[in-house]
């Protein structure tokens, strides 16, 4: 659907501390491939991605992991950082994301109230957890402590709940994310940071990609259930 053709792929055991073996494999391709994508969360993505100049390669590294943390900054070498790139949701990115951004005001007042109560910055997952709290208090408002209240109000009646991730949660009985991926930035490391790169629905919309075509694909691969 992006255009993209797989070239090869190769996988290893995720306890591996030596990811060569699998880069070279994809070293010796000819002809060379254009980009790299990493499947692994925590050493195996890192390590991976850091021995990629060990392999020789030296294009585009697409992370594909929920390790979006500090400890994964500083994890990545700054040569391979420059060729990292993730999609994530806007709050990864709270110190570059445009002022023009909508969810910019409502982020920037989560991450001065979070710093102020904990004395640091809060990394993604911290507001990945807000939203989840968020999504039962919501609820709890709407309809009181009845569990089965609780369930139907959430994938029935939630629509339009922002949260502070940089999204807004529209779920279903056949979504229970409830999020449009072309709501996802890109993403990637500078000067010990995550920084925005660019809007996910800009590159959708290069490719000519539309939402329905993305849902499709999600549907196939049975992660939405109509």
């Keep these: 659907m992006a255009g993209i053709d797989v070239a090869r792929v190769v996988s290893q055991p995720v306890s591996d501390r ?3 073996p699998s880069l070279r494999q994809l070293a010796s391709l000819n002809p060379k491939i254009d980009a790299i994508a990493l499947y692994g969360s925590g050493p195996f993505g890192t390590i991976a991605a850091n021995q990629t100049e060990l392999a020789g390669f030296f294009v585009p590294i697409a992370y594909v992991g929920g390790n979006i943390i500090p400890e994964l900054i500083k994890d990545i070498g700054p ?3 420059r060729r990292f790139f993730i999609a994530s949701a806007r709050v990864a990115t ?11 005001d409502r982020i920037q007042k989560f991450v001065a109230s979070y710093a102020v109560k904990y004395n640091e910055q809060p990394a993604y997952p911290a507001a990945v957890g807000y939203d989840m709290a968020l999504t039962v208090i919501d609820a709890l408002k709407a309809v ?15 629509k339009g709940l922002v949260g502070v991730q940089g999204m807004t949660f529209n779920r279903t009985p056949q979504d229970g ?13 500078e000067r010990g940071k995550f920084v925005f790169k660019g809007y996910m ?18 549907r196939e691969q049975n992660v939405l259930i109509d």
């Design 18 to 20: 030596d990811l060569l």
């Design 79 to 81: 040569f391979a950082g």
């Design 94 to 104: 709270p110190d570059t994301l445009p002022k023009s951004d909508p969810y910019w």
């Design 144 to 158: 009181g402590p009845d569990s089965e209240k609780i369930r139907d109000h959430i994938v029935n009646g939630q």
């Design 177 to 189: 994310y409830g999020t449009n991926p072309m709501d996802n930035i890109v993403a990637t490391i």
């Design 201 to 218: 629905i800009e590159s959708f919309r290069k490719l000519g990609i539309s939402d329905e075509m993305v849902r499709r694909l999600m």
